[in-house]
């Protein structure tokens, strides 16, 4: 069954980055692609980008464009989110979400439980 | 504020019938397909309806989704109190090559 298991909460202060990662199980990682999405506490989602094992391509969302980076290993079938930068209103839930459709962004299907990062000074 | 319209709650009691209309523009829903997501208090977002009105296996089929032009819907049948959550539409859009969300809709079961 697919799963993907994201890493545990984090707490950084203003300025600071994060990192978070999202290991992908139960289908063939290289075919598809991860989607990023986070939810400020009591708000909505939020699309932040995708990247796509599949054909080597990345998108970020122009409003985190030079703050954030995409990456996977494929090695471990892990992507990784990384944030710099990071403010206050940064403080969100971080989903990774699986393509649904090999190589296509236009779905996403299976999602990470989401990781906790807290920005505080 | 999101880029899709939803309205910010909607209700009904045990049984009846209750739908969410999602608006959005030629960009996002006029050209593409729209995912709904149910989330309960405290867990990840589930897909209940993807490519406007297909259900993943294991979604009840009292549960629906329709679009046209430039908005969408999802109507819930026969609710239920596990229906008590909050639902996002989803589209993409083919201007920003990414996904636009709506704003949520917290539907209360009465």
């Known amino acids: 069954q697919v799963q993907l298991v994201q890493s545990g909460a984090e707490v950084k202060k203003p300025g600071a980055s994060v990192k978070v990662s999202c290991k992908a199980s139960?289908?063939?990682?290289?075919?598809?692609?991860i989607s990023w999405v986070r939810q400020a506490p009591g708000k909505g989602l939020e699309w932040m980008g995708w990247?796509?094992?599949?054909?080597?391509?990345?998108k970020y969302a122009q409003k985190f464009q030079g703050r954030v980076t995409m990456t996977t290993d494929t090695s471990t079938s892990t992507a990784y989110m990384e944030l710099r930068s990071l403010r206050s209103d940064d403080t969100a839930v971080y989903y990774c979400a699986k393509f649904q459709w090999p190589g296509d962004p236009r779905g996403f299907d299976y999602w990470g439980q989401g990781t906790l990062v807290t920005v505080s000074s | 504020q999101s880029v899709l319209t939803q309205p910010p709650s909607a209700s009904g009691t045990p049984g009846q019938r209750v739908t969410i209309r999602c608006s959005g523009s030629s960009s996002n829903i006029g050209s593409s397909t729209v995912n709904w997501y149910q989330q309960l208090p405290g867990t990840a977002p589930k897909v209940l309806i993807f490519s406007n009105n297909q259900r993943p296996s294991g979604v009840p089929d009292r549960i629906s989704g329709t679009k046209s032009g430039t908005s969408a819907s999802l109507a819930i049948s026969g609710l239920q109190s596990e229906d008590e959550a909050a639902y996002y539409c989803?589209?993409?859009?083919?201007?920003?090559?990414?996904?636009?969300f709506g704003g949520g809709t917290k539907l209360t079961v009465l």
């Open positions: 139960g289908y063939t990682f290289t075919n598809y692609g």
């Open positions: 990247i796509s094992i599949y054909s080597n391509k990345i």
């Open positions: 989803a589209a993409w859009d083919g201007s920003l090559n990414g996904w636009v």
